[in-house]
Structure formats: C-alpha cells, structure tokens
C-alpha cells in the first residue's frame, strides 16, 4: 500500500486565485512527478524531480511551478488560476533502478476554476 | 517518440464474463506496467511485466507480455462489479524515470 498523499482532494475556486495542491510521500522515495488527466483518461507528465532541490519540466507544458525542498514534499503551485486549468492532477512517487521504478500515485486533486 | 494504444476505449460487460484489454506499443517494450484507477480516485499498481512471454496474474486479472515485446494483454475472468474503472498500461521512457501511459480503457460491469 501506497503512503503518498494529497490535498485537498476537491478545490473549487475563482479565476486569478493563487492555489498550491499538496502531495507529500512518507515512503522515503527520491522521485516524484504530477500529472494532468484530461476528460479522456490520458495522464501527461507536467513536472518531476529525482530528489531535492532537483525539479523539471514534464512533456506537457503547463503554467504551474513546483519545488523539491524537502524528500517528502513536492507541491505544485498555480499563481493565477484560469479556467483551463480545471482538471485531475495526479502525484507520484517512485524508487529504483529500471523496471523496479514502479510509481505509486495518490488520490489526486480535482480541481475546478470558475 | 514511444505511444501506446489501449483498445478498446471503453467496455460494458456482464457480470461473470471475461474480457481482454489491449495495449499496443509503437516500440518494443522493456517493461510494461498494468494500473488501475477507480473513478475520481489515483491510479493503483497491479503488476509489471518485463520478458517477452512473462505472464502475471493477481486474483482473477492476467496480464501478458507478448514475445516481440510489442503488445500486452490484461484478461478478467468472470467479471465482478468491483472490476469496473479505468486500467492503464505504462512503459518506462528509455533512458528516463518517466513513463508514458496509455489512452486508458473505461470498463463498466453490470450486475
């Protein structure tokens, strides 16, 4: 069982609100991601980091920032929300070397602008 | 660039059938992973795949990697309603810690 977690799990709130989405990870892991799942199911990589202080740039371009401060926390942070940001995000976390670099997620946060 | 196709899209089966997802890589896979994701919930691990040929399964869900490394299949035998959600096949990106996922399949038991 998975020990990674997200909040707040439902957020709804006005365009231009600053927001920062939760994801911290008590299993020790040195990698961790977010996600954005479209209506359609697809899951595209935003950001992710393979420890502290290191963060990159996912295959999606997205306007959200993210920091690596600490191994457990990897928040995600929208400094001026739009409508188009409405949607799923995903955290993940994962260790070891190849094949066994298995991710495991959290519960997500669905977020919705207005 | 890699990309792995799920089909079908979406099925709505009966309860104590059998059903099969595909995931079809436009590479040869090194490793293929199986999650699933309940609605509106995170994706969970079910199994990992990695020789051509490798079989896995876990209570009444089977996967397969087949031998050229190209397609894998996951198979429910006699279909239960706590089946329903969205499954997902994944690869690893050569050379990355990244994955890419597939386009999901959506499936719905009835009871």
């Known amino acids: 069982e998975a020990d990674i977690y997200q909040t707040p799990r439902y957020l709804v709130i006005g365009t231009g609100k600053k927001i920062t989405l939760e994801c911290s990870q008590t299993?020790?892991?040195?990698?961790m991601y977010w996600y954005q799942q479209d209506p359609g199911m697809e899951l595209h990589l935003i950001h992710y980091?393979?420890?502290?202080?290191?963060?990159e740039k996912g295959d999606l371009s997205s306007e959200s920032t993210v920091s690596r401060i600490r191994t457990e926390h990897f928040p995600l942070t929208l400094e001026s929300a739009r409508p188009s940001h409405t949607s799923q995000y995903l955290c993940?976390?994962?260790?070891?070397?190849?094949?066994?670099?298995?991710?495991?997620f959290g519960a997500g946060t669905r977020l919705s602008v207005l | 660039s890699q990309e792995l196709e799920q089909s079908p899209q979406s099925l709505i089966v009966q309860e104590g059938k059998n059903l099969t997802i595909n995931c079809t890589s436009s590479?040869?896979?090194?490793?293929l992973y199986w999650y699933k994701q309940k609605y509106g919930e995170g994706l969970i691990f079910l199994m990992m795949l990695q020789k051509g040929g490798e079989e896995k399964s876990h209570e009444k869900i089977t996967a397969k990697l087949d031998e050229k490394k190209q397609q894998s299949s996951l198979h429910i035998t006699a279909s239960q309603p706590s089946h329903a959600g969205i499954y997902l096949c994944g690869a690893g990106s050569s050379g990355t810690y990244k994955y890419i996922f597939g386009t999901g399949t959506r499936l719905k038991v009835l009871a």
């Open positions: 980091s393979y420890g502290v202080n290191s963060t």
């Open positions: 993940a976390s994962s260790e070891g070397q190849g094949m066994k670099n298995i991710q495991y």
């Open positions: 590479k040869t896979l090194y490793g």
């Open positions: 299993m020790g892991h040195d990698k």
